[in-house]
């Protein structure tokens, strides 16, 4: 079992920046791909962005050049540095682990982007 907790949403202007990161804890050996996703009400939760152990990493085409994902592998902490970010970036933040995006959750936390 793994266990994940978000930090670092709130409430910022459009244009601002703010990161998020995610402290895994647990079966660290289940730790292999770390993501982050969002969801907005009635909406499906969306990929945002994905690293690999490796490092490797990918981006929903929305947040593309303005987010950057990154990882401490020795914290098994994950961060999301969000720039430039827009009203329709607000959402619910959720981090993600396990041997595949989307085995283990976080409760998530509320980032609102403000016009």
């Known amino acids: 079992q793994v266990q994940l907790v978000e930090s670092g949403g709130g409430s910022v202007q459009t244009g601002g920046s703010l990161r998020l990161s995610c402290a895994a804890s647990g079966s660290s050996f289940s730790i292999n791909v770390m993501a982050w996703y969002r969801q907005t009400p009635g909406k499906q939760r969306e990929l945002v962005a994905v690293i690999g152990s490796g490092g490797s990493t990918n981006y929903a085409d929305s947040v593309k050049g303005r987010f950057t994902i990154s990882r401490d592998n020795a914290k098994n902490t994950v961060f999301l540095q969000m720039g430039s970010l827009k009203p329709e970036d607000t959402a619910v933040y959720y981090c993600?682990?396990?041997?595949?995006?989307?085995?283990?959750w976080g409760k998530g936390t509320l980032v609102t982007v403000s016009s």
């Open positions: 993600s682990t396990g041997r595949y995006a989307g085995e283990y």
